[in-house]
């Protein structure tokens, strides 16, 4: 079949640098990230964008990437997690996930760091129901959602000063 | 940061997670394999009577269809405790969701496609996916006879009987109490949910075959898969990189010897991710229904325990019937009961096979026996603390009298909990409170072993095969062995998930890895400290036995040498290594009913805060309060998570989670748009959770497991709460609003 499966060509600036490829109609974001770019820090979980595994900033507004194909990001700009921490320094978010304990297992957390990203991006001082809120769409069955919500909450606190 | 054992440092393993650099089964790049897709039926059970492939096999880039005709005859089989699952369902399927064929393509597009072209004519039989059809005289036969040969119960749906009890049988009848209680209580199925997905991968690997598995027990899977290709362990490796999150629904083999066999076929490597949708149909937990009859004297005081559990469990067993045998063995609680008669059975259905999830069986028991003692408790109009505490275990109390005595000083986590929840102080209108305790036995049997190098420069290499699926464990055994070698922690690395290099580990189960690799770490590192005792009598001149290692210095009369000083010259111009082997064994007593005691038991106490609104019937969890008897908190930040996570995973179970099956026996609800799990918004206002330390378990410097406790009562707490708020008994969970609203609205 993929003799006649339709591509075309998109532009996207990932992470900063600008990516020229082409995709096939039918392919999401996500399909796109992870097989054409082998950036798997966004993961694939439920693929109807409810969990949040693949959330990234486009165009300064979190999307689930797993809802998005990727020719509908043709011209625009995203972040995805890898593009958070430079030359091998975490950001203060990243560095406060890990010292408030935010992750235990990991596999959603490349999600929450990118949406609570976005949030501070949008908020600097958010209250604990904003950080609830700016992250109810993103699921962690380890349950690590109040130390999660601290790290944001001290991230916030910690910018300010 | 304190890195040391009891302090929090960051986890090991942290950068990666946060940086999206960590590598899960389907993160590995692997440009050459053809990828996987499972054809399934859309119903549960039917027969099959033919599989075209033809029109699948057409699609460019497909390279085969696997069906039951390229599998060895009879089908290889597999199971932890009946070797009763297929490869690939073969004449009929059980469940929603079993795989008859699997295709192989270059891409994930190309089996897509053709997984949707294969032709499966089967005529769809009836199915049983409740209690009530599967027990009912005549009902279809999940597995037939001929599976248990000799086996009474194989011409019924009754998989296994579990029998325990102790005191006269004469002490349950109602005249020996004051109070008898008796109900029936309903937990619905429910499944893990990691958020990872299972993803397998297997490639021919030169005369032997490596399989890549987001498994528990890679050692397990080693040894399922060895038996199943005919090829000895050392030709089977198994690469088991951290899961993202498992909960017990990863302890044991799916759809690898699938993968393996495909992968033999191909030539070369091949890949399959599931969706969560697939995963939903792979692994959930047990759903049950729970008859409990109390006998109380009239001062609250136990008389027996009359137990019999229903456990609904799926098509092939897994490893459910041993949920089923050791989740309801501490059915009584953690209590003195004089007399006690449990019977558990395990009941087949056409449903996805039930395994193992967080709480292992106990969840179930528990929600019932802990919810008829509060009935008990309000009927005698005694305080359901107050009435907990006069039965509660005391430490050395045989409360199980052919198990371990109590091993926990039990009462302060209770009196600690109910001093965080401000029990028996007032409560605002419409607001009420419920406590509960919850117990389990911690691992039966256990082996694990471990290496520790300690490297020429002072920095350490640890290889444990526990899998750290986010509880943590690697972190632990670093800084258990950081702090025995005296090493900085960032010096230590701990390689886990790989048989080829790591040794032996029975299970990443029970709660176990603190204290069972924990020990055996222990070991290894106490072994390197006897090397450095001789090098060190031997640098000084002085007899060995005036020289003490321990904690990361020797001590030399009155000198504190560090480790790495004494190991540097001791090694000399050659440099080199010191090696340490650990072993830590918990035997098997093939006398026990469980064929080995506790290792330990988990005790939580949870303490709830509830609102309930009257006019949509939803329930807000104002304060929920846990408490857990730890021994020692290695990590105490680490504790903290397991016993939140645990606590808002209870929630689910209570509040919101349960399948819906139709009659086809298709999960009605598959997926994360119609299965609701706990979100940021979901969450007590305030989850306050708390730990003891009386440094009183058998685990390194006086550890227990503790990953557990803290789900197992919150049900009964929630429900108590909800109680108290309204007076409104509820026993079926979960408690959504629709049955809350409902049963205010019927109640006399």
């Not at chain 2, 498994?215 to 397990?220: D, E, L, V």
Request: include cysteine; charge should be negative.
């Amino acid at each position: 079949m993929n003799d006649d499966v339709q591509r075309l060509p998109i532009s996207v600036t990932v992470n900063g640098d600008e990516r020229v490829l082409e995709v096939a109609v039918h392919h999401t974001l996500l399909d796109v990230l992870r097989d054409d770019l082998a950036l798997t820090g966004s993961k694939e979980c439920c693929l109807v964008g409810e969990c949040g595994a693949c959330t990234v900033i486009l165009d300064g507004r979190t999307v689930d990437a797993c809802l998005v194909l990727a020719v509908e990001a043709d011209g625009t700009s995203l972040t995805t997690i890898e593009g958070l921490a430079s030359e091998g320094r975490l950001s203060p978010l990243q560095a406060a996930f890990l010292d408030h304990g935010g992750v235990q297992c990991g596999f959603c957390i490349p999600g929450q760091v990118v949406s609570a990203h976005a949030l501070l991006q949008d908020n600097p001082h958010p209250t604990r129901a904003d950080v609830d809120e700016g992250i109810a769409g993103n699921l962690c069955r380890c349950g690590c959602y109040e130390q999660i919500t601290e790290a944001i909450l001290r991230t916030a606190e910690a910018s300010g000063r | 940061m304190n890195d040391r054992v009891g302090g929090s440092p960051r986890r090991v393993g942290g950068y990666g997670r946060v940086t999206g650099e960590q590598e899960y089964v389907a993160d590995i790049a692997a440009p050459d394999a053809l990828h996987v897709k499972l054809v399934t039926l859309d119903c549960a059970r039917a027969r099959i009577v033919s599989i075209d492939t033809t029109d699948a096999e057409r699609i460019p880039g497909v390279k085969f269809v696997m069906t039951p005709a390229y599998l060895p005859t009879p089908i290889p089989r597999f199971g932890p405790q009946f070797e009763d699952r297929p490869i690939l369902a073969v004449g009929e399927t059980r469940y929603h969701g079993e795989p008859v064929a699997a295709v192989a393509a270059e891409t994930k597009d190309a089996a897509e496609s053709a997984a949707r072209l294969v032709k499966v004519e089967y005529e769809a039989l009836p199915a049983v996916v409740t209690l009530a059809a599967a027990l009912v005289d005549g009902a279809p036969l999940v597995q037939g006879p001929e599976v248990r040969p000799g086996d009474p119960l194989s011409t019924t749906n009754v998989l296994r009987e579990h029998r325990v009890g102790w005191g006269e049988p004469e002490a349950l009848e109602a005249d020996k109490a004051d109070l008898v209680i008796e109900n029936v209580y309903d937990f619905p199925m429910v499944t893990q949910f990691a958020i990872e997905p299972h993803a397998f991968m297997a490639a021919p690997d030169g005369d032997g075959i490596v399989v890549w598995s987001t498994i528990q027990h890679p050692n397990w899977l080693q040894r399922v898969l060895s038996r199943i290709l005919g090829l000895p362990l050392s030709k089977v490796r198994v690469l088991s990189p951290d899961p993202g999150g498992a909960f017990g629904g990863k302890q044991h083999a799916k759809y690898e010897p699938l993968v393996a066999m495909m992968a033999l076929r191909a030539g070369r490597p091949v890949r399959l991710v599931l969706t969560l949708e697939e995963t939903f149909q792979a692994v959930r937990r047990a759903a049950a229904t729970i008859r409990v009859r109390t006998g109380f004297h009239s001062d609250g005081t136990f008389v027996f325990q009359d137990i019999a559990a229903d456990y609904l469990i799926g098509a092939y067993a897994d490893i459910a019937d041993r949920v089923v045998g050791k989740g309801s063995y501490p059915g009584c609680g953690s209590y003195r009961v004089p007399a006690a008669r449990i019977l558990a059975r395990s009941v087949l259905s056409h449903t996805t096979p039930s395994t193992a999830f967080r709480g292992f069986g106990a969840p179930q028991v528990n929600w019932a026996v802990e919810s008829n003692i509060d009935a008990g408790a309000v009927a005698l109009g005694i305080d359901p603390l107050e009435l907990r505490l006069r039965n509660l275990a005391r430490r050395g109390d045989p409360f199980i009298p052919f198990d371990t005595p109590a091993d926990g000083d039990w009462e302060q986590a209770a009196r600690r909990a109910a001093e965080l929840i401000g029990w028996g102080t007032p409560l605002m209108p419409g607001r009420g409170r419920g406590i509960a305790f919850g117990i389990k036995s911690g691992p039966t049997t256990g082996l694990s072993y471990s290496t520790v190098r300690l490297l020429a420069d002072g920095s350490v290499v640890v290889y444990a095969g526990t899998s750290d699926m986010g509880q943590g464990a690697r972190t632990v055994l670093a800084q258990i062995a950081a702090d025995e070698l005296g090493a900085p922690l960032e010096w230590v690395t701990v390689v886990m998930g790989d048989t080829a290099v790591v040794p032996y580990d029975q299970q990443t189960s029970a709660s176990r890895s603190t204290v069972l690799m924990g020990n055996s770490v222990l070991h290894a590192c106490r072994e390197i400290q006897a090397r450095l005792q001789s090098m060190a009598a031997r640098l000084y001149g002085v007899e060995e036995s005036t020289i003490v290692v321990e904690r990361g210095i020797v001590r030399v009369a009155d000198l504190e040498v560090p480790i790495p000083d004494v190991l540097v010259r001791g090694l000399g111009r050659l440099g080199g290594e010191l090696i340490g082997i650990g072993e830590m064994r918990k035997e098997a007593d093939p006398e026990h009913p469980l064929g080995g005691s506790a290792a330990f038991f988990e005790f939580n106490c949870t303490a709830i805060e509830a609102e309930v609104d009257r006019e949509t019937g939803d329930i807000a969890v104002i304060r929920h309060v846990t408490v857990s008897d730890v021994g020692k908190a290695l990590n105490p930040l680490q504790v903290r998570m397991q016993d939140d996570g645990a606590a808002i995973m209870g929630l689910g179970h209570t509040l919101m989670e349960h399948y819906i099956y139709d009659d086809a026996g298709r999960i009605r609800n598959l997926g994360a748009i119609d299965y609701r799990i706990p979100t940021s918004m979901d969450l007590p206002l305030e989850l306050v959770s708390d730990m003891i330390e009386n440094e009183d378990g058998p685990g390194p410097y006086g550890s227990k497991g503790m990953s557990e406790g803290a789900l197992i009562p919150v049900a009964a707490a929630v429900a108590a709460a909800v109680r108290d708020a309204t007076g409104v008994v509820i026993r079926d969970l979960p408690l959504t609003p629709e049955r809350v609203w409902a049963a205010l609205r019927d109640r006399p």
